[in-house]
């Protein structure tokens, strides 16, 4: 059984830092691209960042370049994303999804496979 499973989430001042960890089975995850979405209330989901299996190529959403940090520990099956900087209107409940293909990186179609996501709240 194919299981994501994120933490990481929590309630954090805007400016601050956090980190989220994805945790990943059933599945070779190494061998698949690992994105994190977020989705804010009344929101559609949107993309934040991926990482391809090597580990070495990264994309990133132009909001948050420079801010967010998305790794992966193919030894641990576990992808992180470091937020620094967070901003207010970055709450949302993020999620870590492994990719499918068939369409853009930067597309939730993208993703077959997703966890349930963890909460994070930036206060002003």
């Known amino acids: 059984q194919v299981q994501l499973v994120e933490s990481g989430g929590g309630l954090v001042q805007a400016g601050g830092p956090l980190r989220l960890s994805c945790a990943a089975s059933?599945?070779?995850?190494?061998?698949?691209?690992m994105g994190w979405f977020r989705q804010a209330p009344g929101k559609e989901r949107e993309f934040v960042a991926a990482i391809r299996w090597s580990g070495v190529t990264t994309y990133y959403a132009d909001s948050v370049k420079g801010r967010f940090t998305i790794s992966r520990d193919k030894d641990k099956n576990t992808v992180y994303m470091e937020m620094n900087g967070l901003k207010p209107e970055e709450t949302g409940v993020y999620y870590c999804?492994?990719?499918?293909?068939?369409?853009?990186?930067?597309?939730?179609?993208?993703?077959?496979?997703w966890g349930q996501g963890t909460q994070v709240t930036v206060s002003s």
């Open positions: 999804a492994s990719e499918v293909g068939g369409v853009g990186i930067r597309q939730v179609a993208a993703y077959d496979y």
């Open positions: 059933g599945r070779t995850f190494s061998s698949y691209t």
